[in-house]
C-alpha cells in the first residue's frame, strides 16, 4: 500500500493537545523567564531541573522504539510511531541544552556555582574553598569535557531517532518492507547499547554530579527506569487521544493495550526495585561517603516527599495494576496512567531539587515553571510529529501480530 | 474457526527461522518425546548408562567430601581469616545462578506469550531444581556445624534466640527454601498432564501404575484443564518475582556490608542479570548435546539456540556494563579502598582472575551479534563453556579478591582452595549430573501437551502469513469471530 498522501482516516487529530502544549510552553516558559529577573540562580536550578525531567521522555521514547524493533510484538508496533514523534524531539532538545552547558561556563556570573565542581576556586589547589575530593574529579568533570559529551550524547541520538524515522517512512512509501525491518533492527540492537552508556552518563553529568561529592552506580538506572515509566504512561494517556482515529480503530483490538499497561506494572515494580535497592544498600553500609545523599532526602520535610512516592509511585500503582479488568480498561489505565505520570514530576523533584533546598518549603514556582514550559514543548513537537505519518507503519510485516492478538 | 484448518504442508520459509520443523503431528510428537521414558530398563541407550555411571561416581565423590568436611570441619578447606568466604560461597553463587535461567524461562516468558519456551522450559525448570539442589547444600555446608542449620529457620525456642533478621545471610534462608519450593511446584503441575500421557501409553503395569500415581488421577476434563491453566499462571506470577529476588538478595550478602568491592549500589541487577547470563549458559550447553543424541532438533531448532544466543548476548551486556560501572566508580569516587581494590584486581595476586573474567564475560561474547555465530553449533558450545567459567571467576574476583586485601595491610592474607574445595565442587556436578540422567530417563523431558498445542498454533499462524500474503501484505484482521 503504496501512498503517499495520507488521509484522514490515517492521522490523528491532535490540534487541540498541540495547541495545549504551545500553551504550556509559553506560559511555563514564560514564568520561568520572569524568574530569571526575580533570581537568576532559582532560574539555572530550575531549568536543569526542568530539562533533567523532561529528557526522560524523548529518551524513554527513544529506547522503547529500538526495543519493539528488537522483541517485536503487538505493543510495539500500536506504539511505533508516537514513539517515533517523541524521539524525535531530541535534536530540539540540543539546542535546549543550551543552557545546561553554559551553566557549567558560569555564563550568568552567579557567586554561587550551580555544580560546585565548575567552580575554580574549589577545584584548583590552594583556592579559598578548595576541595581534594571535586578536585579528584576534576579531569572528568571538567566544563569543556562536560561539553564535549553533551554534544556526543545528543549526536548519537539525534542520529539513532532520525534514522529510525526515516527508515520507518520509506517503509510506508513502498521501499522493500524486509530490508527495512531489518536495518531498523540491525541499528536497534547497536543504538541499545549505546543509548544505555550514553544515558547513563548524561545522568551521572547533569544528575548526579550536582552533590560532587556523593555517586551511586546505581544512578543511571534509576534514570532510565523512572524514564521507561514515564514514557509508557505518557503512551498510554496518548491513546486515548488517538484511539478513535479510523485506522486505529480498524487494526487495533484491546490485547496489546492490556500489553502496554503488563508493562506500565512491571516498570512499577523495576522503579521500586531500583530505588529501594540504592536506599538499602547505602542505609545499611551507612558509611559517610553514601548517606548524606539520602539524609537530605529525610531531613527538612523531605521525608514526607519521600513517603509520597512509596505511596503513589508504588503501592497504589501496584495494587491497581494487579487487577486485569484496570488494564484491559483503557479509561481505567489511562488514570493509573496519569498517577504515575505525575509522580515522575515528584520522583525527578525528590532526585535534584533537595541538593538546592534543604527545605521542602523552598520549592518556589520558579521551580515548577520550567518543568510545565519545557513538557509543553516536547508535547507539542510529539503532537506535530504524530500528524505527520500515518498512526501505524501499515507496509511492516509485524502488523501481522496485532491482528493475531484479534481473536482474543 | 472453519478457516483455520491445518496446512500441515506449508514449509516456513527458512529452517533457522522457525521453532517447529515441518513434518511433525500430534502423534509423531507424543511418541518421539515419550517413548524415551518408556523404554524398558533392559533396553536403556548405552550411552545414558555411560553418562549415568560417570556422574554416579561424581556423586560418591561429593559424599565422600561431605562426609570428610563433617569429620574434620571446615578448616579442611582453604578458607581463612581474612578470606572467610572462598569456594563454598563462590560455587553456592555459581550454581544458584543457574539456576535462574530455569525460571525465567518457565514464568517470565510464559507471561510474555513466548511460545518458543514450550520445547525447553520442562529442560531448564529441572536444571533449575538440580542446580539450587547443588547451591543449597553450600551454605549449610559452610556453617561449619552444619546440623544446626535449622538455627536459621526463626522459631520460638527454649535459648531464646532469633536469627537476625537484618541480616541478608538469614534473607537466603526464605529466598532460596522459597524459590526451591515454588519452582519444585511449578514443575510438578507442569508434569501433570503428561504423566497422564505416560501412564496411557505405558504398556508395563508398574509403570502404569507408578505414572497413574504420579499424575494424580489426571483425566484431560475440560475442568482440569481450566484449573491447570489458572495454577500455571498463579505459580508463573509467582514465581516471576522470585528470579528477581533471590539473586538481588545474594547480591545483597555482599552489598549490604562495607568491604571494597561489595557495597556497590548497582549489584542487584547486575547479579541477576548475570545469574541470566550463566543460567542460559548452561542450557545451551546441555541442551545442544541432549537435542542431538534423541533427535528432538525438529523440536529445539536453531531458532531457539538463536534466541537462546540473543538472551544470553543482552544479559551479558548488562553485566558489562556493571563492571563499567566499578570501574567508573573506582575512579570517580575517590576513595583510597575502591581505588586500590581496581589497582588489586588489575595488578594483584589474583589479576589472572579479573582478566579472565574480562575475557570470558565481555569479549568472548561479542561474536554473538553475528547470526551465524547464534546459529553455529560449536560455536554456541564454545562460547558457552567460556560464559560458565567467566561467571565462576566473577564470584571469585568478587569474594577472593575484595576480602584478601581489605581496609588495612596488615590484615591481608591469601586465598588457595585445598583438594576438598575442588572435590566438593567436582562432587556437586555428580549431584547434579545424576539428577539429570534420571530425570531425563523417566520423565518426559519436552512438554508433550505443549508441543502439541504450539504445533497447532504454528500451524494457525503460518496458515495466516499465507492467507495475507495472497492478498498483497494488505492484511485484514482474520474475521474468525
Known amino acids: ?408 | 474457526m472453519a478457516q483455520a484448518q491445518p496446512l500441515r504442508n506449508t514449509p516456513p520459509p527458512d529452517p533457522g527461522e522457525s521453532y517447529l520443523l515441518p513434518g511433525e503431528t500430534y502423534t509423531s510428537m507424543t511418541q518421539k518425546i515419550g517413548d524415551v521414558p518408556l523404554v524398558s530398563p533392559l533396553k536403556t541407550p548405552k550411552g545414558w548408562l555411560i553418562g549415568f555411571s560417570i556422574s554416579f561416581v561424581l556423586l560418591m565423590i561429593f559424599l565422600m567430601s561431605v562426609t570428610w568436611l563433617l569429620f574434620r570441619g571446615v578448616g579442611v578447606w582453604g578458607i581463612n581469616v581474612p578470606v572467610a568466604w572462598g569456594m563454598d560461597i563462590i560455587n553456592f553463587v555459581w550454581w544458584i545462578g543457574i539456576g535462574h535461567a530455569g525460571t525465567l524461562i518457565s514464568a517470565i516468558l510464559l507471561l510474555l506469550n513466548q511460545g518458543w519456551r514450550n520445547s525447553i522450559n520442562r529442560f531448564a525448570e529441572a536444571m533449575t531444581l538440580f542446580a539450587v539442589a547443588c547451591a543449597g547444600m553450600y551454605p549449610i555446608l559452610h556453617l561449619g556445624r552444619p546440623w544446626l542449620f535449622y538455627w536459621l529457620i526463626p522459631y520460638p525456642n527454649t535459648h531464646g534466640m532469633w536469627p537476625n533478621f537484618r541480616s541478608p545471610l538469614d534473607w537466603d534462608v526464605f529466598a532460596i527454601s522459597t524459590y526451591a519450593s515454588v519452582s519444585l511446584v511449578f514443575w510438578l503441575v507442569g508434569l501433570l498432564p503428561d504423566f497422564a500421557t505416560l501412564r496411557d501409553r505405558s504398556t508395563n503395569i508398574w509403570a502404569k501404575r507408578t505414572y497413574g500415581l504420579a499424575a494424580l488421577g489426571w483425566r484431560g476434563s475440560a475442568r482440569h484443564w481450566h484449573r491447570y491453566e489458572m495454577a500455571s499462571l498463579l505459580l508463573a506470577g509467582l514465581s516471576t518475582p522470585l528470579v528477581v529476588s533471590v539473586h538481588s538478595i545474594i547480591s545483597l550478602d555482599f552489598a549490604i556490608s562495607q568491604v571494597p568491592g561489595w557495597q556497590v549500589t548497582v549489584f542487584p541487577p547486575y547479579f541477576v542479570a548475570g545469574a541470566v547470563f550463566a543460567g542460559f549458559a548452561m542450557v545451551l550447553l546441555l541442551m545442544i548435546p541432549v537435542r542431538k543424541i534423541y533427535g528432538f532438533e525438529s523440536y529445539i531448532t536453531m531458532r531457539h539456540l538463536d534466541v537462546m544466543a540473543k538472551v544470553m548476548l543482552t544479559t551479558g551486556m548488562i553485566v558489562v556494563y556493571g563492571y563499567f560501572m566499578e570501574v567508573w566508580a573506582a575512579l570517580y569516587g575517590g576513595s583510597v579502598f575502591e581505588e586500590y581494590l581496581l589497582f588489586n584486581r588489575l595488578n594483584g595476586p589474583s589479576a589472572w582472575a579479573y582478566f579472565g573474567l574480562l575475557f570470558c564475560n565481555a569479549v568472548a561474547i561479542q561474536p554473538l551479534w553475528f547470526k551465524r555465530v547464534r546459529q553455529s553449533i560449536p560455536a554456541l558450545l564454545v562460547i558457552s563453556i567460556i560464559i560458565s567459567i567467566g561467571m565462576w571467576l566473577e564470584r571469585y574476583v568478587i569474594i577472593v579478591i575484595s576480602l584478601e586485601r581489605d581496609f588495612l595491610p596488615s590484615s591481608w592474607g591469601q586465598y588457595v582452595p585445598t583438594f576438598w574445595d575442588w572435590s566438593l565442587y567436582l562432587g556437586t556436578f555428580g549431584l547434579f549430573f545424576t539428577l539429570l540422567f534420571l530425570f531425563i530417563r523417566v520423565m518426559p523431558m519436552i512438554n508433550i501437551f505443549e508441543m502439541r498445542l504450539f504445533q497447532y498454533q504454528e500451524e494457525e499462524r503460518l496458515h495466516r502469513t499465507s492467507h495475507s500474503s495472497h492478498t498483497g501484505g494488505e492484511s485484514k484482521p482474520a474475521s474468525a469471530d
Request: aromatic letters at 14%; glycine letters at 8%.
Open chain 1, 1 to 408: 500500500m503504496a501512498t503517499t498522501t495520507l488521509s484522514r482516516s490515517q492521522v490523528p487529530q491532535l490540534n487541540r493537545l498541540q495547541l495545549f502544549g504551545i500553551g504550556a510552553a509559553v506560559i511555563g516558559l514564560a514564568l520561568l523567564a520572569l524568574g530569571f529577573f526575580i533570581n537568576p540562580q532559582v532560574f539555572l536550578e530550575s531549568y536543569i531541573f526542568g530539562f533533567y525531567f523532561v529528557m526522560a521522555f524523548p529518551l524513554g521514547c527513544l529506547a522503547f522504539l529500538m526495543i519493539q524493533h528488537l522483541t517485536g510484538g503487538a505493543w510495539g508496533i500500536m506504539s511505533r510511531r508516537m514513539l517515533e514523534a517523541g524521539a524525535l524531539a531530541l535534536p530540539i532538545f540540543f539546542i535546549l541544552s543550551v543552557p545546561v552547558v553554559l551553566t557549567v561556563y558560569n555564563f550568568l556570573n552567579l557567586d554561587l556555582f550551580i555544580y560546585q565542581w565548575s567552580d575554580p576556586s574549589v577545584v584548583t589547589p590552594g583556592g579559598e574553598n578548595f576541595d581534594p575530593l571535586v578536585a579528584h574529579k576534576v579531569p572528568w568533570l571538567s566544563p569543556a569535557w562536560f561539553a564535549a559529551r553533551m554534544v556526543i550524547y545528543f549526536v548519537i541520538w539525534s542520529v539513532l531517532a532520525l534514522l529510525l524515522r526515516t527508515w520507518s517512512l520509506q517503509q510506508d512509501r513502498g521501499a522493500k518492507s524486509l530490508v527495512m525491518v531489518d536495518r531498523m533492527r540491525k541499528l536497534s540492537g547497536i543504538g541499545t547499547a549505546l543509548f544505555v552508556m550514553s544515558v547513563t552518563f548524561f545522568a551521572l553529568d547533569v544528575g548526579l554530579s550536582l552533590d560532587a561529592h556523593w555517586y551511586s552506580t546505581m544512578y543511571g538506572v534509576h534514570y532510565m527506569v523512572n524514564a521507561g515509566l514515564g514514557t509508557l504512561a505518557f503512551i498510554i494517556l496518548a491513546l486515548t487521544q488517538i484511539r478513535h482515529t479510523a485506522i486505529f480503530e480498524e487494526h487495533v483490538p484491546i490485547k496489546p493495550i492490556h500489553d502496554l499497561g503488563k508493562l506500565l506494572f512491571a516498570f512499577t515494580i523495576l522503579w521500586t526495585y531500583v530505588s529501594f535497592g540504592q536506599f538499602v544498600i547505602i542505609w545499611s553500609g551507612d558509611v559517610a561517603e553514601f548517606t548524606p545523599w539520602y539524609a537530605r532526602r529525610i531531613d527538612g520535610g523531605w521525608v514526607y516527599v519521600s513517603l509520597l512516592l512509596m505511596a503513589l509511585s508504588f503501592f497504589a500503582p501496584f495494587l491497581a495494576l494487579l487487577s486485569r479488568g484496570n488494564k484491559r480498561n483503557l479509561n481505567r489505565l489511562a488514570q493509573i496512567a496519569l498517577v504515575i505520570l505525575f509522580m515522575r514530576v515528584v520522583d525527578m523533584i525528590w532526585v535534584i531539587l533537595p541538593e538546592f533546598h534543604a527545605q521542602v518549603t523552598q520549592i518556589s514556582w520558579v521551580n515548577l515553571a520550567a518543568p510545565v514550559g519545557l513538557f509543553g514543548v516536547w508535547l507539542a513537537i510529539w503532537a506535530w510529529n504524530m500528524q505527520r505519518a500515518a498512526l501505524l507503519p501499515l507496509n511492516d510485516p509485524q502488523m501481522d501480530s496485532l491482528h493475531a492478538g484479534g481473536h482474543h
